[in-house]
């Protein structure tokens, strides 16, 4: 699934290299795009190369090449019919109509996968970003998101199983009872729902065979909200 704007790219591109037989450049495509800056390109030009849609020829200047159309652009198909075709830049420099903007049913955002985190006896600490995937916006509100893969079974009645994905929304501080990605004493990660009792801390899990772990305010730091959880079968 492409992003609205990530679709309009992709199709800028396809249109104008059937047309000129040369892909744009990074200001023709930030102008049509409506972009305040080149870099909203790159990032989005990365995406779409990280998805298969587009891959970039070496030691050529403006060259990109188009691999594949999503399923809403249907080969062959008159302009307007299938998918939408974003401004296109005319000669002079002057923009034609925009044409109507079909939004994606789903928008999705691409959030780092930072590595495993443990529903169980803490691992360590959280790694670097390893992979990407993408989140439904739905699923996610203001602010910055990462996603964690679940090692272990401690949070399993509160329906968080092994080898789910959690979604988490970065604070460093939380509501007791709120499911969080703890810190515990710099070195090692869970995910627990927290509880303050007093000036202490407890990490609680929801799972009968563990026990709660009790800690002083200055062994535990909160690194993020538990917001959502991806499930795959297999």
Known sequence: MLTR??????????????????????DEMKEALDLASKSGIHRLITALEERGFIRRLAHRARALEVLKLPDQATAGAPRGVAGFRPDVIEGGGARAARAPVAEPANDVRDLPLLGKIAAGTPIAAIQHERDRLPVPEAMLGAGEHYVLEIEGDSMIEAGILDGDMVVIKRVDNAVSGEIVVALVEGEEATLKRLRKKGQSIA????????????????????????????????
Do not use: C, W
Not at 16 to 21: D, L, P, V
């Open 5 to 26: 704007k990530q679709h309009e790219l992709l199709m800028f591109i396809h249109e104008r290299i059937k047309e000129t037989g040369v892909s744009p450049s990074f």
């Open 203 to 234: 990490l609680e899990p929801a799972n009968r065979a563990y026990e709660t772990r009790i800690f002083g305010p200055d062994q535990v730091e909160v690194q993020g909200k538990l917001v959502g959880l991806i499930r795959r079968y297999h």
